[in-house]
């Protein structure tokens, strides 16, 4: 393993130093689509204790025709509701030249799978003052991940979450494979929360809650899941989305793991 020594300084809990509940949990749709379904995901979050919203804006997608997002008009929506609600946002960063109008709405930066290696945003990123969730490379090492932990440590900023969201293997009946063991080696090894990512971690809807359930029980940080209305609508990988109903079942077995 590589010598990390921005990681190797961590002694805090960066989730209580941010003032961040535990275990962290954030939901909310794979991409914003409208004002009026982004509202009724915030008013059920709300309603379940969550206050920190997922909504993608910007949309890195495998295929160029796939729904890449509202951009710019998502961020305006997220300000008319961040001014009604008392509601926190997650969001990918797919380039450096967002950075500054993400700031205005943004509580906590996203950095995606496909991104990880992408140093040079890395290195953008790390000038921000915001936390930022960093998702593990769908092909990458642990040593990668922190190396990508480090790139956005090196200006002083150590408010870094990392998010374990499932790793290519050979298993074809699974989006990815979650690395529940990993997760919490990497937890231990850097001292910096870890999360997971449960829906793309198996695109399977029907996985989604036992395995949030089991990273906490294991002893991962939180986790942070895809919701929609009608997931088989989602404009953005409805298979693994769950629904409203199916989200607020979870919320109360998870208020009986956390007592």
């Not at 914003?32 to 969550?50: F, K, M, R």
């Not at 001014?83 to 967002?98: H, L, M, N, R, W």
């Not at 799978?113 to 998702?135: G, Q, W």
């Not at 997760?183 to 870890?194: G, R, W, Y």
């Amino acid at each position: 393993m590589h010598n990390y020594p921005h990681i190797q300084q961590i002694d805090e809990d960066i989730l209580t130093k941010l003032g961040m509940p535990k275990p962290l949990i954030i939901a909310g749709p794979c991409a914003i689509e409208n004002e009026q379904d982004l509202e009724e995901y915030i008013q059920t979050l709300l309603a379940e204790g969550v206050t920190y919203l997922r909504g993608g804006i910007f949309k890195p997608r495998t295929s160029p025709h796939d729904f890449q997002g509202l951009g710019s008009e998502a961020i305006e929506m997220l300000k008319r509701l961040k001014a009604k609600y008392p509601i926190k946002i997650v969001t990918e960063i797919t380039d450096g030249s967002q950075l500054e109008a993400l700031e205005e709405v943004v509580d906590i930066l996203q950095i995606g799978t496909r991104n990880m290696y992408n140093y040079e945003l890395l290195k953008k990123v790390s000038m921000s003052k915001k936390p930022v969730l960093l998702k593990r490379g769908f092909s990458s090492t642990i040593d990668e991940w922190l190396g990508a932990a480090e790139y956005l440590m090196q200006n002083g900023n150590s408010n870094i979450i990392l998010c374990e969201r499932g790793i290519r293997t050979f298993e074809p009946l699974l989006r990815n494979t979650l690395d529940l063991a990993g997760a919490l080696l990497t937890k231990e090894i850097s001292h910096l929360p870890v999360i997971i990512d449960p829906s793309h971690a198996t695109g399977n809807a029907a996985l989604v809650p036992n395995l949030a359930k089991a990273a906490l029980v294991a002893g991962c940080d939180g986790f942070m899941i895809e919701i929609h209305k009608n997931p088989p609508c989602s404009l953005s990988d409805p298979n693994q989305a769950i629904d409203l109903d199916t989200f607020k079942k979870l919320m109360n077995e998870v208020k009986g793991l956390i007592k």
